[in-house]
């Protein structure tokens, strides 16, 4: 079994990660402030969407500068960093690897010519009709000569990249005839050495919000929390299927599809901070929602409900409010902790868990526990937490999930184990409670699950719960898929 890699990380087990996003992107045209730091600070509040690798691009209107490289945004920038890349443009990315692997060569924002200048991109997403996109390069250019791109071993942030080089009277008219021919999730903040762009895909799958700065600057993130954190005032979203071209202009704005939105609900149920707004539905309030749900679908007499931190404290104090059954921190998490090497040993692999999370005996003994959680994946996570509190002398553990059981993988920028590895597939819920070792275990309902969001259930893509996707699966995935389907019927 591979080793550890030693970079920090929230994961309790990193054979049992929890949903990852592809990335967090940032983007900012503001003269006279430092865009630099101001995206240093925003990547910082969009690290939660991507712990890999981080960059940020500026330009003063003549050239482009980059800095990027692996690890946390704290870890990738100083201060001496900061200082020399100057400008008043600005994109920055932070990265978890989706499509590609996770090495310098694939960090963000990516860099690339273009038939005025140059280009710097970052994506967050991940489009499905990747093959058809490096035929149209070889179509255009012939056989790639970029080293990234031969034979196709690249990203799908690179394949763009590349295509933004074509021929045109400048970057917005090139991007405006590339983008029809995109399919798949992309919130893209890219710049050229004057503009600041930003494109949404048409079904609006991943998040991207516009901001204004005190000073008449503008700003593009993943979350409105990024807006928080600088300073921006929220302005609306980017619509599914716009294009925005930011310079000293202002804002402009033009409609490359037709909106068909289909935003992703796991950003409701983990992925986007709690104090983010998506639709204009509070995502904490989203949370707290599906927990009262939970306890209204599936109620237990129990003592006391538990977290399991931090992804479950929303819906937990949730469950509690709705159920009345008094609210405690029963586990302890240490934040600090890198990431804990993965040996052959159970025995060690349940220390690295104890590493990072430890219960709180005088709070759970003889306590008749519900304990809270946003998903279960493979479940060795929530199995081993549940023996954790039995062996602190909880005496009764009953689960409770915030989403309905994960049966489907995501093609759209989140990081899901095969079908074949997740726990809900091919088992009932009675098998996978008597696999964690749980008293009982309830998922929400998807119905439950979607009124929580506040937004129309035809509006959102609930692929991972229901195997039905918005936008076609890339084209070796549908026959993957269907093997993987043959081998848990089988």
């Given at each position: 079994?591979?080793?550890?890699?030693?970079?920090?990380?929230?994961?309790?087990?990193?054979?049992?990660?929890?949903?990852?996003?592809?990335?967090?992107?940032?983007?900012?045209?503001?003269?006279?402030?430092?865009?630099?730091?101001l995206?240093?600070?925003?990547?910082?509040?969009?690290?939660?969407?991507?712990?890999?690798?981080?960059?940020?691009?500026?330009?003063?209107?003549?050239?482009?500068?980059?800095?990027?490289?692996?690890?946390?945004?704290?870890?990738?920038?100083?201060?001496?960093?900061?200082?020399?890349?100057?400008?008043?443009?600005?994109?920055?990315?932070?990265?978890?690897?989706?499509?590609?692997?996770?090495?310098?060569?694939n960090?963000?924002?990516?860099?690339?010519?273009?038939?005025?200048?140059?280009?710097?991109?970052?994506?967050?997403?991940?489009?499905?009709?990747?093959?058809?996109?490096?035929?149209?390069?070889?179509?255009?250019?012939?056989?790639?000569?970029?080293?990234?791109?031969?034979?196709?071993?690249?990203?799908?942030?690179?394949?763009?990249?590349?295509?933004?080089?074509?021929?045109?009277?400048?970057?917005?008219?090139?991007?405006?005839?590339?983008l029809?021919?995109?399919?798949?999730?992309?919130?893209?903040?890219?710049m050229?050495?004057?503009?600041?762009?930003?494109?949404?895909?048409?079904?609006?799958?991943?998040?991207?919000?516009?901001?204004?700065?005190?000073?008449?600057?503008?700003?593009?993130?993943?979350?409105t929390?990024?807006?928080?954190?600088?300073?921006?005032?929220?302005?609306r979203?980017?619509?599914?299927?716009?294009?925005?071209?930011?310079?000293?202009?202002?804002?402009?704005?033009?409609?490359?599809?037709?909106?068909v939105?289909?935003?992703?609900?796991?950003?409701?149920?983990?992925?986007?901070?709690?104090?983010?707004t998506?639709?204009?539905?509070?995502?904490?309030?989203?949370?707290?929602?599906?927990?009262?749900?939970?306890?209204?679908?599936?109620?237990?007499?129990?003592?006391?409900?538990?977290?399991?931190?931090?992804?479950?404290?929303?819906?937990?104090?949730g469950?509690?409010?709705?159920?009345?059954?008094k609210?405690?921190?029963?586990?302890?998490?240490n934040?600090?902790?890198?990431?804990?090497?993965?040996?052959?040993?159970?025995?060690?692999?349940?220390?690295?868990?104890?590493?990072?999370?430890?219960?709180?005996?005088?709070?759970?003994?003889?306590?008749?526990?519900?304990?809270?959680?946003?998903?279960?994946?493979?479940?060795?996570?929530?199995?081993?937490?549940?023996?954790?509190?039995r062996?602190?002398?909880?005496?009764?553990?009953?689960?409770?999930?915030?989403?309905?059981p994960?049966?489907?993988?995501?093609?759209?920028?989140?990081?899901?184990?095969?079908?074949?590895?997740?726990?809900?597939?091919?088992?009932?819920?009675?098998?996978?409670?008597?696999?964690?070792?749980?008293?009982?275990?309830?998922?929400?309902?998807?119905?439950?699950?979607?009124?929580?969001?506040?937004?129309?259930?035809?509006?959102?893509?609930?692929?991972?719960?229901?195997?039905?996707?918005?936008?076609?699966?890339?084209?070796?995935?549908?026959?993957?898929?269907t093997?993987?389907?043959?081998?848990?019927?089988?």
């Amino acid at each position: 079994m591979r080793r550890g890699d030693g970079r920090l990380t929230q994961e309790l087990d990193p054979q049992d990660q929890g949903p990852q996003d592809a990335c967090g992107v940032f983007g900012v045209y503001a003269p006279g402030e430092e865009v630099a730091k101001l995206s240093y600070f925003g990547l910082y509040a969009l690290q939660h969407r991507g712990q890999e690798s981080a960059g940020i691009a500026t330009s003063d209107g003549e050239k482009i500068l980059v800095f990027k490289d692996m690890g946390l945004v704290s870890q990738v920038f100083d201060e001496a960093a900061l200082e020399a890349l100057t400008g008043h443009i600005a994109v920055g990315h932070a990265r978890y690897s989706t499509t590609g692997a996770s090495v310098w060569a694939n960090a963000q924002p990516t860099l690339g010519p273009t038939s005025a200048g140059t280009v710097a991109l970052g994506h967050n997403g991940n489009l499905t009709n990747t093959q058809q996109l490096i035929d149209l390069l070889i179509e255009r250019e012939g056989y790639p000569k970029r080293l990234d791109l031969k034979g196709g071993k690249c990203t799908d942030t690179q394949i763009v990249t590349a295509l933004l080089g074509g021929d045109g009277d400048s970057l917005a008219e090139v991007a405006l005839e590339l983008l029809p021919h995109l399919e798949g999730a992309y919130s893209f903040v890219f710049m050229d050495e004057t503009t600041l762009y930003a494109a949404r895909d048409p079904q609006g799958v991943r998040p991207l919000v516009l901001g204004e700065l005190a000073s008449g600057g503008w700003v593009v993130a993943s979350e409105t929390a990024a807006l928080d954190i600088v300073g921006a005032r929220f302005v609306r979203e980017v619509e599914p299927g716009e294009f925005l071209t930011i310079d000293a202009d202002g804002v402009h704005s033009q409609r490359f599809a037709e909106a068909v939105p289909k935003g992703c609900v796991f950003e409701y149920v983990y992925l986007a901070r709690p104090d983010t707004t998506i639709a204009g539905r509070s995502v904490q309030a989203a949370r707290l929602e599906m927990g009262r749900q939970l306890a209204r679908e599936h109620p237990v007499e129990a003592d006391l409900v538990i977290p399991t931190p931090e992804s479950g404290t929303p819906a937990a104090v949730g469950y509690a409010q709705e159920s009345g059954i008094k609210f405690g921190q029963g586990l302890v998490k240490n934040s600090y902790v890198g990431r804990t090497f993965i040996q052959p040993s159970q025995t060690l692999r349940q220390l690295g868990i104890r590493l990072k999370l430890n219960p709180l005996r005088e709070v759970i003994e003889g306590k008749r526990l519900v304990v809270v959680d946003d998903s279960i994946v493979r479940g060795n996570t929530q199995r081993a937490i549940v023996q954790m509190l039995r062996d602190a002398g909880a005496a009764e553990v009953h689960v409770r999930i915030s989403s309905p059981p994960v049966q489907w993988p995501c093609f759209y920028g989140i990081d899901f184990p095969t079908r074949t590895e997740l726990a809900a597939v091919g088992h009932s819920v009675e098998d996978i409670r008597d696999q964690l070792g749980a008293d009982s275990l309830g998922y929400i309902s998807l119905d439950g699950m979607v009124t929580a969001t506040q937004q129309a259930e035809d509006r959102l893509c609930t692929a991972c719960f229901t195997g039905e996707y918005p936008i076609a699966p890339p084209v070796d995935a549908r026959h993957l898929l269907t093997l993987q389907t043959e081998e848990v019927a089988g």
